[in-house]
């Protein structure tokens, strides 16, 4: 493990990352699921969903095919939530039966989604999630993350919000490419990131679940180290860990850069998870890797 900029980040590390699994296309969406006391995670251009359990150097397969899914989480009632790029949707399923999935949303208007990537559950129950076009099939990623033919019919990519009733709800769409979300420990604000901007915003979010005006939280415009904004997650103290550029960084709640570190692979996303949620697990590219911390993550849908 690499450490740059230290500014506190060591202090909140212990030891050095471990690899769990490897041989994979692209890792994505990792979500730790206390239940089955194991770690689900996506490969996207393997069109598959895959779990692994402690103690194990190897990862059995969950679903498949996935959908080319990407973000993951669960809801309050413990059903698995998954941002799908093929399907172009957000589905629910049954944790024991991930092959009866339905759709949530997959439409905004007339148009299909572009290709959703990234959510989480307020405690509300509301679903707050990303559409870029990653899943988009331009020919120019092989394999693609996404169905052949699959193209853009939506002129924005755009953040939106699915309520109980089912209503789906457009709530910025002043982006490049949304990517990774994450809401502060008490609800009150949401971090956004745009992975072609290279920047995170920061909104308050309103009693009626919208979003206020946004402000600029982390700006990696001018960093000329690999990485940008992609996944996050915040601590019950509410840092905010993300991956980016130079690795995985953190910042304080009021913006306090602490510092960020890079593993053999670079990580596209993470999550808390483990004994007490203080292991961090990473997916990068091949790879799982995981670290122990010296704080405690929040556990999906327990808010």
Same mark, same amino acid.
């Given at each position: 493990? =690499?450490?740059?900029?230290?500014?506190?980040?060591?202090?909140?590390?212990?030891?050095?990352?471990?690899?769990?699994?490897?041989?994979?296309?692209?890792?994505?969406?990792?979500?730790?699921? %206390?239940?089955?006391?194991?770690?689900?995670? #996506?490969?996207?251009?393997?069109?598959?969903?895959?779990?692994?359990?402690?103690?194990?150097?190897? /990862?059995?397969?969950?679903?498949? %095919?996935?959908?080319?899914?990407?973000?993951?989480?669960? =809801?309050?009632?413990? *059903?698995?939530?998954?941002?799908?790029? @093929?399907?172009?949707?957000?589905?629910?399923?049954?944790?024991?039966?991930?092959?009866?999935?339905?759709?949530?949303?997959?439409?905004?208007?007339? #148009?299909?989604?572009?290709?959703?990537?990234?959510?989480?559950? *307020?405690?509300?129950?509301?679903?707050?999630?990303?559409?870029?076009?990653?899943?988009?099939?331009?020919?120019?990623?092989?394999?693609?993350?996404?169905?052949?033919?699959?193209?853009?019919?939506?002129?924005?990519?755009?953040?939106?919000?699915? =309520?109980?009733?089912?209503?789906?709800?457009?709530?910025?769409? $002043? &982006?490049?490419?949304?990517?990774?979300?994450?809401?502060?420990?008490?609800?009150? /604000?949401?971090?956004?990131?745009?992975?072609?901007?290279?920047?995170?915003?920061?909104?308050?979010?309103?009693? @009626?679940?919208?979003?206020?005006?946004?402000?600029?939280?982390? $700006?990696?415009?001018?960093?000329?180290?690999?990485?940008?904004? =992609?996944?996050?997650?915040?601590?019950?103290?509410?840092?905010?860990?993300?991956?980016?550029?130079?690795?995985?960084?953190? *910042?304080?709640?009021?913006?306090?850069?602490?510092?960020? &570190?890079?593993?053999?692979?670079?990580?596209?996303?993470?999550? &808390?998870?483990?004994?007490?949620?203080?292991?961090?697990?990473?997916?990068?590219?091949?790879?799982?890797?995981?670290?122990?911390?010296?704080?405690? @993550?929040?556990?999906?849908?327990?808010?």
């Amino acid at each position: 493990m =690499d450490i740059q900029d230290d500014h506190g980040l060591s202090a909140l590390l212990y030891g050095n990352e471990r690899r769990l699994c490897t041989g994979f296309g692209f890792t994505e969406g990792p979500i730790w699921v %206390p239940a089955d006391n194991a770690l689900l995670f #996506s490969d996207i251009p393997g069109n598959r969903t895959h779990r692994w359990r402690s103690g194990t150097t190897t /990862a059995e397969v969950y679903r498949d %095919p996935s959908g080319w899914a990407n973000g993951l989480t669960l =809801d309050g009632g413990g *059903h698995l939530l998954a941002c799908e790029h @093929g399907g172009r949707r957000v589905s629910r399923m049954r944790y024991n039966a991930p092959a009866e999935a339905e759709t949530l949303a997959n439409h905004w208007g007339e #148009s299909a989604l572009n290709s959703p990537n990234d959510l989480v559950v *307020h405690s509300s129950g509301a679903i707050f999630f990303t559409d870029p076009s990653f899943g988009a099939d331009t020919g120019r990623r092989e394999p693609p993350f996404g169905a052949r033919g699959q193209h853009q019919e939506l002129d924005f990519q755009g953040v939106y919000r699915i =309520d109980l009733d089912g209503s789906i709800h457009l709530l910025d769409r $002043d &982006f490049k490419q949304p990517n990774g979300l994450a809401f502060t420990p008490d609800e009150s /604000a949401l971090y956004v990131n745009d992975t072609t901007e290279r920047v995170i915003w920061r909104y308050p979010v309103t009693g @009626g679940l919208e979003l206020g005006a946004r402000t600029l939280f982390v $700006d990696q415009r001018g960093d000329e180290r690999t990485g940008s904004p =992609d996944g996050m997650k915040v601590d019950e103290d509410g840092r905010l860990w993300s991956t980016g550029a130079g690795g995985i960084s953190v *910042h304080t709640a009021g913006g306090e850069y602490l510092g960020v &570190f890079e593993l053999e692979e670079h990580a596209a996303n993470l999550a &808390f998870g483990g004994d007490g949620f203080a292991t961090l697990f990473m997916t990068a590219a091949t790879s799982v890797y995981a670290i122990n911390t010296a704080v405690r @993550g929040i556990a999906p849908g327990s808010r």
